[in-house]
């Protein structure tokens, strides 16, 4: 055996009921829904900032077909507005696709 080697760390053994206690003080309780961080909440919150972005990038290009703005910040809007509906598509993709696996599932 290597002398400078370290010993093997123990495994870590984590029960259903200490990771549920651990995920309550964390702040991710059953009572999340009462606080707006439920899943739905997020999900909302998250397709609104893809909407708004977009809005905000249109608003820009229009200021910048009008012959005001700056050109650079109508790119940045506009490529920050693609890049976030690339990334809600996906999303969505995947979502779609963990649904049709789960529901291949033999129950």
Same mark, same amino acid.
């Given at each position: 055996?290597? @002398?400078?080697?370290? %010993?093997?760390? %123990? %495994?870590?053994?984590?029960? @259903? %009921?200490?990771? !549920?206690?651990?995920?309550?003080? !964390?702040?991710?309780?059953?009572?999340?829904?009462?606080? #707006? &961080?439920?899943?739905?909440?997020?999900?909302?919150?998250?397709?609104?900032?893809?909407?708004? #972005?977009?809005?905000?990038?249109?608003?820009?290009?229009?200021?910048?077909? !009008?012959?005001?703005?700056?050109?650079? !910040?109508?790119?940045?809007?506009?490529?920050?507005?693609?890049?976030?509906?690339?990334? &809600?598509?996906?999303?969505?993709?995947?979502?779609?696709?963990?649904?049709?696996?789960?529901?291949?599932? @033999?129950?």
């Amino acid at each position: 055996m290597d @002398p400078l080697a370290s %010993p093997a760390a %123990p %495994p870590l053994v984590v029960r @259903p %009921p200490d990771a !549920a206690r651990a995920y309550r003080q !964390a702040g991710g309780d059953a009572g999340a829904a009462v606080d #707006g &961080t439920d899943f739905g909440s997020v999900l909302n919150r998250a397709v609104e900032g893809v909407a708004s #972005g977009a809005a905000s990038a249109e608003a820009q290009s229009m200021q910048a077909i !009008a012959g005001g703005g700056d050109i650079t !910040a109508v790119v940045t809007a506009v490529n920050k507005a693609e890049l976030a509906l690339q990334t &809600t598509v996906a999303i969505r993709d995947r979502v779609v696709q963990a649904y049709q696996d789960i529901m291949k599932m @033999p129950i």
